[in-house]
């Protein structure tokens, strides 16, 4: 590309971006401005994606776009904290083609507008390697408010919101592995690994109701295991209560070993759902306060050594792979 | 590496630099919590550095990681921010070695200790291309004061600080390139490209008395030219008045081409100086502030095409290529 192209990329289609932000200076300075409202602090998160690591290299780039926005947004939407705005840093491959450029910058402006949220710097380069971006975004939280993951109590119920594993069989429909759906419910769990819904609208109930959360990024196992650790607790999971979609139910039916299906579904990551620890008395008010999300209760934290078991009908179910770890 | 790698890594090396910041909550949780002192806003900048593009693979790792600090503190820097926290998003290669793991949280543990700065959160993740990191730097400047790009007036002084050049030097002799240098300049331009020195120092005497800066990471021409954009100004260059090492004065003294030699020095970048545009009349009480930071008068600001002109010797020098760009 030629000599001018990064700076007129950054001109023509990430400046607009920034317009939002007088502090962010048109993305012409070293850096931007950002001050919390008082009484307020900063939450903040960064999420890379690479490349045929985190999403298929041949995905539309206003989709990659929007789920390098939205887990982030998940990031800060379990932290009980409003999404304000993000920093952006892009490593193009060598051979970005302009339609990846644009597409890019078109999701970013389609996305960020749903989201209220403005890009307000960053840095772009190329590289050898794969496409990666790399989002740090920032939310408000009234100070002391922040939800943590550390805070869950002896006997607090282990609560997720929506349904798990959608993510995970949609990303085995994208690998064209054709998990037994048909053509609708494929549809289904393909816009869920696409276009993870963070559940930002739970912000203020999770700060008035709960008392640890997470969002499930790595898997539903291992994400409220982190919580358990964090807390220096355990985690008790009944396989049997986790909540499936109509989608993820027929997938199930169609399966030879369900402990061995239920057990996927509950470690493939990317749902972008809360995981929650709730005291029991709580419970009412969080539901009432959720905003319509269906919440459900799929387990307890309890004293004892800091670690996650899992039952099935009953039974101990052994957890062969928790989650996601990257090397 | 095993699939316990990651948390281990983050648990033994990352975690301790975060020790110093309670909102980092031990980078256990979704995020990290940042307030700005009562009065104060934050300055937030980021940069990525690639192997093979940002600086030589098989550089030192400890010495990359002082790299990805500095440049960004020196963003802070040139905004008049004091620098406090920073988050890390790392994709390692495939097959990095716990030698460059274990480089590199030494280099970050002992240059976040002398910048007095603190890893807050992030992101690891390892993809098949190079090793990428990208921080993004938080600093600390009082509400309203911070110094931008685009504040320069007609009239204004372009100034500059300590000696540019070196680091393109120091470029050339990572590179074999070898320019005619004896063995001590050629340690003191390699230093200089390795370790920059973020001119932090004079945060407080550029808030006070300069009314536009940058760092020059781009090349002196390039960066003195994006302040002279930001402020719809153009700005005049004396070459003869760049201010040069005793190492530049010895290569210039080898060149056949003096005005060639003069240009890639001026055009070179990552000497992370800072380029000023100050009052005539605040000259003075900068130079006084400045804490011992020598300062060099290099050209002028005026009304006009916001453009970039460069004399030399008194006659109008033609510049082909000002600075850096990345695609």
Chains 1, 2 share one sequence.
Request: no cysteine; charged share 20%; hydrophobic share 45%.
């Amino acid at each position: 590309m030629s000599a001018g192209g990064e700076f007129d990329y950054i001109a023509r289609r990430l400046a607009p971006l920034s317009a939002g932000w007088p502090g962010a200076a048109g993305l012409k300075d070293d850096g931007a401005l950002i001050t919390p409202a008082p009484g307020y602090e900063l939450a903040v998160t960064a999420d890379t994606l690479v490349a045929g690591v985190h999403f298929l290299a041949d995905e539309d780039p206003a989709v990659t776009a929007g789920r390098a926005l939205r887990v982030n947004l998940s990031d800060l939407a379990a932290m009980g904290a409003q999404a304000r705005a993000y920093m952006l840093a892009i490593v193009w491959p060598k051979d970005a083609s302009d339609g990846l450029r644009e597409g890019f910058a078109d999701g970013l402006e389609r996305e960020q507008a749903h989201f209220g949220v403005h890009l307000i710097g960053g840095d772009t380069t190329s590289g050898p390697g794969p496409w990666t971006i790399s989002v740090t975004a920032f939310g408000e939280v009234p100070a002391g408010r922040a939800v943590r993951r550390s805070g869950a109590r002896d006997g607090d119920l282990a609560v997720v919101t929506g349904t798990i594993g959608d993510a995970w069989l949609g990303l085995q429909a994208e690998l064209k592995a054709r998990p037994a759906l048909d053509a609708a419910h494929e549809r289904f769990v393909q816009e869920r690994f696409t276009r993870p819904e963070p559940r930002l609208a739970l912000a203020e109930a999770l700060r008035e109701h709960a008392r640890a959360a997470i969002d499930v990024s790595d898997g539903l196992i291992a994400d409220l295991s982190h919580i358990a650790r964090a807390s220096g607790l355990g985690v008790r999971m009944e396989l049997d209560r986790i909540p499936l979609s109509p989608a993820a139910e027929a997938w199930l039916a169609a399966q030879a070993d369900p402990l061995r299906a239920r057990m996927q579904l509950a470690s493939g990551g990317d749902d972008y759902e809360l995981a929650m620890a709730v005291a029991p008395g709580a419970l009412d008010a969080l539901t009432a306060g959720s905003g319509g999300a269906p919440l459900t209760v799929i387990g307890r934290f309890e004293a004892g050594p800091p670690d996650a078991s899992v039952t099935w009908r009953g039974e101990p179910a052994p957890v062969e792979h928790g989650g996601f770890t990257h090397f």
